[in-house]
């Protein structure tokens, strides 16, 4: 429910407040930058500013629970855009400049298409890239007014653009806020003027009723070790139940490591030994095995250290060392010397280790002590991709020609059809280093 009331708006008929009144911008004032609201035919046009940076013009009121429309129309490629919700404001950062932060709905023009995707304003960045759910990328029109629902009711905030479903996110940063329009900093100082237009902007903040996702969206779930009612009925479980072992024993072992491995405050870690590749507690795997699946979890690396995420494990090979398995590598590319091994950096994080490199952008890498979003997608046809927070890095097909010719010239040369198991365990891996992970969870896909 709204904070305090919505006096500076227009009440209507069917439970809706209008949040812009047409006329004037009663109820709004621009903060943080220096770009220009005006209001042109009954819409909120705002305007770049050469040297300005992230402008937005935020309601004066602050919201809780509730649901927001509004049409947004960006007409220039340069021009990015956003609305914040439960947005927050420093008055005092940047030497008294001021500073928006928080939940922000993306308005992204650029060839990336990640209009609708949730974003947190100086803060953490990325929370829901559209490589999630790529089917979206196509909802928002350039030169039209897009029409956006925002429902942000207790921790979930969900997205819509023209009726699509975008992003939905499980977060409970920020329980109140105001709402915010922006116009994002330019470039090139031949942008200033670029128009960003807003209109018919109303919120409902009572006897609300959320709107239904249909499409078996991916979620960004950052709640610890837990799942919505609408991951459950779209086949989601835990594998890691935040409160003991269930589920997993070591490799090659009838049951659970007796130490090295703990669970602590809803955390499963291993513990730091000697760096050798397990030789102390020892890897642990899945009791159950899976063929086509979605994997998702969380990893938090020390200095220095070493793991990985192996799949269609079978504990057959009779190895000695880590169990054989495709791999997802975890690891600290920067300090540790297995990033610089193997061909062309295919031993750096999200990897498939010795394979294939991770193509990555280092501002969608969270540094050491960090927690990072990992995730595995296996498909009935074999085809596979590596995510990393939320960005998808990795491509192949098990079984393909390519993917046999890179494994003829890997270490897993010697093992004869080597990833291509129709079945296998999902394993965490002691290399010796203090890795810690949660949010464990998997989709079988049929």
């Known amino acids: 429910m709204a904070l305090v009331s919505c006096a500076g708006g227009q009440q209507t008929d069917d439970g809706w407040t209008n949040l812009f009144n047409g006329k004037d911008l009663t109820g709004w004032k621009p ?24 402008t937005f013009l935020i309601t004066e009121e602050t919201y ?65 890239p559209l490589d999630l759910n790529p089917e979206a990328k196509s909802a928002f029109k350039m030169g039209e007014f897009n ?9 979930e905030i969900k997205t819509w653009i023209n009726g699509q479903e975008v992003a939905y996110v499980v977060d409970d940063m920020d329980k109140t806020g105001f709402i915010g329009l922006q116009v994002h900093s330019i470039q090139k100082p031949e942008d200033a003027g670029r128009k960003t237009t807003f209109k018919n902007v109303k919120i409902q903040t009572e006897n609300l009723e959320p709107k239904a996702f249909n499409k078996d969206i991916f979620v960004v779930n950052n709640t610890l070790n837990t799942l919505t009612e609408y991951e459950k009925n779209k086949g989601w479980k835990l594998l890691f139940n935040g409160q003991n072992s269930d589920g997993w024993k070591g490799a090659y072992k009838e049951t659970f490591p007796e130490s090295g491995w703990s669970v602590n405050d809803g955390i499963l870690t ?15 795997v899945t009791k159950e095995q899976f063929s086509a699946f979605d994997l998702a979890f969380e990893f938090r690396l020390t200095e220095g250290a070493n793991s990985g995420v192996k799949y269609f494990v079978t504990l057959s090979e009779g190895n000695k060392g880590s169990a054989i398995g495709l791999e997802y ?17 295919n031993r750096t994080m999200a990897s498939l280790y010795d394979l294939i490199k991770a193509d990555k952008n280092g501002r969608f890498i969270k540094p050491v002590g960090e927690w990072n979003k990992g995730r595995v997608v296996v498909t ?8 990393l927070n939320g960005v998808k890095v990795v491509e192949y097909e098990r079984g393909s020609q390519e ?22 365990h999902i394993l965490l891996q002691d290399h010796g280093n203090e890795v810690s992970f949660k949010n464990i969870k998997i989709k079988e896909l049929k």
């Open 380 to 387: 009935p046809d074999n085809k596979v991709a590596h995510y």
């Open 270 to 284: 291993i513990a730091a030994s000697d760096g050798g590749e397990s030789t102390n507690a020892g890897d642990i």
């Open 329 to 345: 590598q975890v690891l600290d590319d920067d300090k540790h010397p297995d990033a610089k091994m193997g061909k062309d950096g």
């Open 403 to 424: 993917f046999r010719d890179l494994v003829a010239i890997s270490k897993y040369a010697k093992w004869e059809n080597f990833g291509e198991a129709k079945e296998g």
């Open 147 to 155: 029409h956006y629902r925002i429902e942000a009711i207790g921790n």
């Open 31 to 54: 903060v943080a930058g220096t770009a220009t609201f005006e209001v042109v035919d009954g819409t909120i046009e705002g305007s770049a500013v050469a040297g300005s940076p992230n």
């Open 64 to 128: 809780g629970d509730y649901i927001l429309e509004l049409d947004l129309k960006i007409e220039h490629l340069s021009s990015n855009s956003g609305v914040m919700t439960r947005g927050q404001y420093d008055p005092a950062a940047r030497d008294g400049k001021g500073l928006v932060y928080g939940y922000q709905i993306e308005a992204d023009p650029s060839e990336r298409a990640w209009s609708g995707g949730v974003y947190d304003e100086a803060r953490r960045g990325w929370l829901y």
